[in-house]
């Protein structure tokens, strides 16, 4: 049967909360080292189908929050990027967030070959679509991700092995604005 999946198996899943991080704007890890999962080389198959599910606590400063960018990391190269998701000028303290990605593999291949076509959904009051938005004039906090049009995220050698990895990044630096991963699964639909 065309488009059913043979089986659906889940190469990786965190195991207990993971750190919380806040006072940064370079993108980095967020995820337990023990939770990282190595896609063996040519692993990938052209169409193979992943969903990465992500639930945990993000935090964000009054007035000038800035933005939040959600990343997948194929060793280190951006396979998968949310873009900048504008935070809310309302101040929050470890407040729930999910981000559900279904991706695929497009194209494989050495060097910058490889890359995956993903769209997602983000959840969480913390998100606004403007500037200077607060909970009073927010009214969704649910948002489809990337907010452009779908494209390929940035390629990466598929024929070697890599870490897949989740990232997070904010563009400013304040013990306010934070976040951390309560939840991480990846999941594969092997057809």
Do not use: C
Not at 88 to 94: V, Y
Not at 134 to 144: C, K, R, V, W
């Amino acid at each position: 049967m065309a488009g059913v999946p043979q089986y659906i198996q889940s190469p990786t899943s965190q195991m207990k909360a993971g750190t919380a991080f806040s006072n940064y704007t370079t993108a980095k890890s967020v995820i337990n080292p023990e939770d990282l999962v190595k896609i063996p080389s040519n692993y990938e198959k052209l169409g193979t189908d992943f969903k990465l599910e992500v639930a945990g606590a993000m935090s964000n400063i009054v007035t000038t929050p800035g933005t939040v960018t959600f990343q997948i990391m194929m060793g280190s190269a951006i396979a998968w990027t949310s873009g900048a998701i504008q935070l809310n000028a309302t101040a929050h303290t470890s407040l729930p967030f999910w981000l559900d990605v279904d991706f695929r593999v497009d194209s494989t291949g050495s060097g910058t070959t490889a890359k995956f076509l993903g769209m997602g959904v983000l959840n969480g009051i913390m998100f606004t679509n403007t500037a200077g938005q607060t909970d009073s004039a927010n009214t969704t906090g649910m948002f489809p991700v990337p907010a452009t049009a779908p494209a390929v995220g940035g390629g990466f050698d598929s024929t070697i092995d890599n870490i897949l990895d989740f990232w997070v990044g904010f563009s400013i630096a304040n013990a306010g604005n934070g976040v951390q991963i309560y939840k991480y699964r990846l999941t594969q639909y092997v057809f």
